[in-house]
């Protein structure tokens, strides 16, 4: 009877797995960003290009959707060479963040004792720094660029892997199987990366979705700063600091890439979200 009135009030599955019109237009603004990010650089590999002549057109201008900027650079092409300089940082900052995370916060969680005591305190001391203002004063003293820029980020991002790794380690480490696996002397590298971390990983993939989005502000406001990446480069953080000067001649040009970091971060956020909510219903299915 039992079994009958779960048939009759569950969803159908076809209804469980739909997406939200919200994931769906997440998924198509990343589609959309992935394409740039992929093809920018190719349609247009002269995005950076001058001409005086041209400057201060406004949005709408023949040959200029969002217009140029006070060098006469268009600022369409540079808005979409300028994604992959955008969001490939980013998404190697949450990468680096996700494999510290996970070397780390396993092995703290599962060997416990003197190294659990290190790791925990090193997370607690980077966490106590702000990310902003560390990176700022670390570029300055060993010099800034793009990829100084991504490691740093990476070491300052790892924290929040660390913890949540270690979290679901410890919480698994207490379970039957793992007990079990221990009486068949099961070296604990396989028990460790074969059965504890497949168990976290949904945890760790919702994380990452996170970090991109954290980090594309992150790295779009130091390059905001002039941290992040170096003058001449298409990138839309760097479009918000080269063009804050013709705010009221071209709106556009500090409008569409300020407005394209939320969308994006945004986006993001929701894709995680939506992941996040399918792996979980998938585990408790399985």
Known sequence: MTAAIDLLTAPPRSRRRRPSATAVLAFVVLGLTAGAVAFGGLVYPDAMRQDILSSLLPAGAPGHPLGTDELGRDVWAMT???AASALIGPICVAIGSMIL???LGTLAGYERGWLDVVISRW?????ALPVLLAAIVVSGVFGGGYWVTVVLLILLFSPSDIRIVRAGVLEQS???YIEAARMLSLSRWRV???HILPNVSTLVLTNVMLNVAFALVAFSSLSFLGVGVPPGTA???RQLTDNRAIMFDN????????GLIILVAS?????GDWAGQRLSQVGRTL
């Not at 986006?267 to 894709?271: D, E, G, I, R, T």
């Open 80 to 82: 979409v060479a300028g």
């Open 101 to 103: 995370g996970i070397v």
């Open 123 to 127: 997370t607690d001391l980077l966490l």
């Open 174 to 176: 207490a379970r039957p």
């Open 192 to 194: 460790m990366f074969r």
């Open 235 to 237: 990138d839309w953080g």
């Open 251 to 258: 709106p556009a040009a500090v409008i569409v890439p300020a």
């Open 267 to 271: 986006a993001v956020n929701l894709a």
